[in-house]
Nanobody, 122 residues
């Protein structure tokens, strides 16, 4: 079994900071990349940040210089530090991982967490 679990649900006021975490567990052989995506009310799900196995990061323009993605490879955990939060950051935030499993080492797979709600009030 393999799963991703997000934590850090929050109701915060605009301008404050919040950190989300996502831990992957199970029969993981290796993780190639981990991402945070979000889906606001009535919107499509969009990627906001990605970090590769080599530590390279990329961000959506809407969160650059406010959000920071980091990864603890030893724990298969990814974090999203969100600063200067805005009401438009309100969304369900999803973690996903591109990985290979020990039982299917030659296959690249993508797993998603169930999402965690972040609400930013003005």
């Amino acid at each position: 079994q393999l799963q991703l679990v997000e934590s850090g649900v929050g109701l915060v006021q605009a301008g404050v900071s919040l950190i989300l975490s996502c831990s992957a567990s199970g029969i993981i052989l290796s993780i190639n990349a981990m991402r945070w995506s979000r889906q606001g009310p009535g919107e499509q799900r969009d990627v906001v940040a990605v970090i590769t196995n080599g530590g390279r990061t990329n961000y959506a323009d809407s969160v650059k210089r406010r959000f920071t993605i980091s990864r603890d490879s030893a724990k298969d955990t990814v974090h999203l530090q969100m600063n200067s939060l805005k009401p438009e950051d309100t969304a369900v935030y999803y973690c996903n991982a591109e990985l290979s499993r020990r039982d299917y080492p030659s296959l690249d797979m993508t797993y998603w967490g169930n999402g965690t709600l972040v609400t930013v009030s003005s």
